[in-house]
């Protein structure tokens, strides 16, 4: 959809905006174009308080019944107690192996349609269609669809079997990009856009109701030249919306360490550049060790496709490898026996620090020495027996980099304060991503639980009412947001956050037609003097 003649309508404003064609984006737009969900008759919900809830008002579609009374007693793996609902509703008792039917009925009503704009950078599926194409999705295909579209069903046609129950990421992008076609959803979607400002936009005398404006640019494609090929120019638009949906999601700025020498050329923040290096021959087994830091899965995956070459890595994190908050620590081995396989490498073969003299500034690993667990001088019984079992990897736990040199060299320290030096032919800093919100004053970090801290979704996500996704911070009514930026990272959880938006959407249309008046900014300045007074309380109590 192109969207520069969108202007030529000053008058008009669209009830929704949503920026981000991620998952997030698609589910919203699926719920937001008629797809309503039900109690199917015949169903029933293994859990029976649950199921005694849903029995109340059968005739009531979700959209219309009180989330939060749905919600009392429900528990499971988010936080957000309207994702553990849509969850349970979607996959009930998915956590114990179980495939229950879900017993929701979708029926597309296109009265209840809410017209809307989902705003994307590439095709629909989001960084889906940037993540490498080969590894396994670390959830279970049937977590990774969308309401409506069996992703075993939509992979059978494709006449290939889900390896291990798991998908590659390049099956997922594809899925999703079929999915908005197959639900007819591609009306509302506009692809090669990039949004530049979201401000609010007051009401004027003319009658115009406040709203929000988003501004940015569309890249299209110019006249043919006689080569065959074409020039693209990038053609600014500008909306208005009563609403407007946060859901970029947040692997769009790499993380930083933010110590001396992270510039440098062989120092890489993610994983395609190991693989570009790989593919141009530039890693093998008699390469200098190649240092990963960071103990996520993206970080072992940089581990398997080196440790696949037989090149020499190096490997450093600050957490444990007991850590209870580490990922491997929460991941069933028989689903994920790669990973399960990097956590046994990280455990078995460890670095050994010997106490440095006073004079030494200490340990040197030199290019010359593989990786492991003999290069230190006190090694472990269990790394000594298990020398032989994962050849050329060595594991630095609770330790930082303080410093990468010119020379390719590493200053690694431990928690303990004793530094080692090591050789590298290359360094992959694998600890997570920001979003970009450069869209939003201050990059959008007034909207953090911390507002004094940078947006992330592990540490400070957007904070929002957990039954309506209602940003409490926003400048006005009606700025939502959902997903990783909400801190729900899994597709499975991230689907609650539509049903949340969508729900609160359609009662505020109730509302309206009911002649409630302007209910939405009187439900805005409550929340704000509600978080206003929290905080006030917070300083006393200091």
Request: negative net charge; aromatic residues 6%; glycine residues 8%.
């Amino acid at each position: 959809m192109d969207l520069h003649d969108k202007e030529t309508h000053p008058g008009e404003i669209l009830p929704v905006v949503i920026i981000g064609n991620g998952p997030s984006g698609i589910c919203l737009s699926y719920l937001l174009s008629g797809y309503t969900p039900y109690l199917s008759p015949d169903a029933s919900h293994p859990n029976p308080l649950l199921h005694s809830k849903l029995r109340e008002q059968p005739h009531l579609s979700l959209l219309e019944q009180d989330l939060e009374y749905l919600c009392e007693g429900l528990e499971g793996r988010s936080s957000n107690p309207v994702a553990v609902l849509f969850d349970s509703l979607l996959l009930p008792d998915s956590d114990f192996g179980l495939e229950h039917a879900s017993p929701l009925a979708w029926r597309y009503e296109p009265e209840r349609a809410t017209p809307h704009l989902v705003l994307g950078k590439g095709p629909p599926g989001g960084a889906w269609h940037a993540m490498e194409g080969s590894m396994l999705t670390l959830s279970l295909a049937n977590w990774m669809e969308l309401p409506g579209l069996k992703l075993k069903d939509w992979m059978r046609e494709k006449r290939r079997n889900v390896r291990n129950d798991r998908a590659t990421p390049a099956e997922i992008a594809s899925y999703y990009q079929h999915y908005v076609s197959q639900m007819s959803l591609g009306q509302s979607f506009a692809s090669r856009t990039t949004v530049t400002s979201v401000t609010r936009q007051p009401g004027n005398q003319e009658g115009s109701p406040p709203c929000w404006r988003v501004t940015g640019l569309q890249r299209r494609e110019g006249e043919e030249l006689g080569d065959g090929s074409s020039v693209s120019e990038e053609v600014p638009f500008s909306l208005l919306a009563h609403s407007v949906v946060l859901a970029t999601g947040t692997h769009d700025i790499p993380a930083r360490l933010g110590v001396e020498g992270e510039s440098l050329p062989f120092v890489c923040h993610s994983f395609w550049e190991l693989e570009n290096a790989i593919s141009r021959g530039e890693l093998d087994q008699s390469s200098d060790p190649v240092l990963v830091v960071g103990a996520g899965l993206t970080a072992a995956d940089a581990v398997l496709a080196a440790h696949h070459l037989n090149t020499p890595v190096y490997h450093a994190f600050r957490r444990s490898v007991t850590d209870p908050g580490l990922i491997f620590n929460q991941l069933p081995k028989l689903l994920y026996p790669e990973y399960h396989k990097v956590h046994q490498m990280m455990t078995q073969q460890q670095h050994r620090p010997s106490p440095a003299p006073q004079d030494q500034a200490g340990d040197l690993l030199h290019p010359s020495t593989p990786p492991s667990p003999t290069s230190s001088p006190s090694s472990s019984p269990t790394s000594s027996s298990s020398s032989s079992s994962y050849p050329g990897y060595l594991s630095f736990p609770r330790h930082r980099v303080v410093a990468f040199r010119p020379d390719r060299k590493c200053v690694l320290e431990s928690d303990s304060g004793q530094r080692t030096v090591v050789q590298v032919s290359m360094a992959l800093v694998l600890i997570g991503a920001h979003p970009n919100l450069s869209f939003l004053p201050e990059n959008g970090r007034p909207l953090g639980v911390n507002p004094d801290e940078p947006i992330s979704c592990r540490r400070n996500p957007i904070e929002v009412d957990p039954f309506t996704c209602g940003v409490v911070s926003a400048d006005g009514p009606g700025m939502y947001a959902m997903g990783p930026l909400v801190g729900e990272n899994f597709v499975r959880f991230l689907k609650g956050g539509a049903l949340a938006i969508a729900c609160d959407l359609a009662k505020r249309q109730r509302e309206e037609r009911e002649g409630g008046g302007d209910l939405m900014m009187d439900r805005w300045a409550d929340r704000k003097v509600t978080r206003h007074t929290e905080t006030e309380v917070c300083v006393l109590d200091l």
